[in-house]
């Protein structure tokens, strides 16, 4: 099934959604779901096909009427490589300045769709985590990495600006001008021990807990608030732009809209009645 399919303007269940370029695994609930980058031979790399079925995925998520919370994450102790040399970089090299563009705006248009999927996204990184692997993480709303994560956006080590995928607005969000900008002039690896001290990397595990632990916490985003999770998420995005008077009136409004909502009312009678809240997203 073609996420393409799916995208009616009518929410449906992705569960039976069955990617060609990566894996794409659902909880027994549904709630729950693990995309996985799966060419581990080569460490995870990108694709022009990986990136545009990458970008309808998340697109389609918008969607999905059962999907609360996603983990990304890469096979064989990997997260991702970025873009494959020779299926990617050979060829971008031969393309006139309109098809360079376009490539460009399609791979943003990944962070793009990353952002605005209503649902917390939870990257799950070991080993190699470089390029647009790097970017990815970065796009997610958390990030957890085994201390043997090496994350390097190293896009000046073959000639490119730093500026790539939203990078150079991104990263210094997450971890300040300074580190940003060190980072993508110089290409150099981020260990996870400084991207956990930086606040890149939320929490590190060991490398055989990293995925229960991802999923553990993807668990507690689904069985929460959901639909008061997708509303701090979009605040999150819409309030990078916004002054303070701006800023605090959008979070007035939103917080509003959760008020009227069923689960509102639901977390009321539990703690009322001294049990845990059942939320149902309505």
Not at 53 to 81: C, H, K
Not at 143 to 169: E, H, I, W
Request: include cysteine; hydrophobic fraction near 45%.
């Amino acid at each position: 099934m073609e996420p393409s399919t799916i995208m009616q303007g009518h929410r449906k269940s992705l569960a039976g959604y069955t990617p060609q370029h990566f894996l794409f695994e659902v909880s027994e609930d549904g709630q729950v779901a693990t995309v996985r980058l799966n060419r581990p031979e080569k460490k995870n790399p990108l694709t022009f096909d990986s990136y545009a079925e990458l970008r309808d995925l998340f697109r389609d998520l918008v969607y999905a009427s059962d999907i609360r919370a996603v983990v990304l994450t890469g096979a064989g102790g990997n997260f991702s490589s970025g873009g494959d040399v020779f299926e990617i970089i050979e060829p971008l090299t031969r393309m006139s300045m309109p098809d360079l563009l376009a490539f460009t705006r399609m791979t943003g248009d990944l962070v793009k769709a990353m952002r605005r999927c209503p649902q917390p996204i939870i990257a799950a990184v070991d080993g190699i985590c470089a390029g647009a692997g790097a970017i990815m993480a970065m796009a997610s709303d958390l990030r957890l990495a085994t201390p043997a994560a090496k994350t390097a956006f190293l896009f000046t080590r073959v000639g490119l600006a730093g500026a790539d995928m939203g990078a150079c607005g991104i990263l210094p969000r997450i971890i300040g001008q300074g580190r940003a900008a060190e980072l993508l002039f110089t290409g150099r690896v981020m260990t996870a021990a400084e991207g956990n001290q930086w606040g890149f990397y939320n929490a590190l595990h060991e490398g055989e807990a990293l995925e229960a632990e991802a999923l553990k916490l993807a668990r507690s985003l689904a069985e929460g608030p959901y639909f008061a999770h997708t509303m701090t998420k979009t605040m999150l995005n819409q309030e990078w732009a916004m002054g303070l008077e701006e800023l605090i009136e959008s979070e007035a409004q939103a917080q509003a809209i959760c008020m009227a909502t069923k689960d509102f009312r639901r977390a009321f009678e539990a703690f009322a009645e001294k049990r845990r809240p059942e939320f149902k997203g309505d």
